[in-house]
């Protein structure tokens, strides 16, 4: 085997979203849409993912699609990935990681490898930097770049 970028997801807690909209067929795809859109798709994973989804149930963002990516390791799981993103004008990578290797690599790389282009990608992440604060999660990641008004911005067509 050639070595390949894995991820281990491990919840804190349960969240709102985590057993909903799951099907056996996301375990092959690797990915799973929990909301379809009309323009514009944020595609994330975890925490941040049921942040989005508290959004759009709020109706703040009703129009928004909502793709949950959490494996990515094979051309196989792209071509479903590739044909459900394609018809979006824009996507925000929203994740609670760094830039470098994370989800938004990831969703940048297939985008590429499958020749796909004229998507705009806005990857919000946390910047390339140590920091720690004991201060709750929803703050700190607000503090560093991931709140969900600057979201709804990054968003905006």
Not at 7 to 13: K, M, P
Not at 31 to 59: F, P, Q
Request: hydrophobic letters at 35%.
């Amino acid at each position: 085997d050639e070595p390949r970028l894995r991820c281990i997801r491990l919840d804190r807690s349960a969240m709102s979203l985590q057993g909903s909209l799951f099907d056996r067929n996301c375990l092959q795809t690797g990915y799973r849409t929990i909301r379809s859109g009309d323009s514009a798709c944020v595609i994330s994973n975890v925490y941040a993912l049921s942040k989005v989804y508290e959004l759009i149930n709020r109706d703040e963002l009703s129009t928004l699609g909502l793709i949950d990516l959490f494996a990515s390791d094979s051309a196989d799981c792209w071509c479903a990935f590739c044909d459900e993103v394609q018809r979006y004008k824009k996507i925000v990578v929203f994740e609670e990681n760094t830039g470098s290797g994370a989800l938004g690599s990831q969703v940048l790389e297939i985008l590429h490898a499958a020749g796909i282009s004229g998507i705009q990608v806005h990857r919000q992440c946390l910047d390339e930097d140590y920091f720690y604060e004991n201060i709750g999660r929803d703050d700190l990641m607000a503090r560093h770049g991931l709140s969900l008004e600057l979201l709804k911005k990054n968003i905006e067509i």
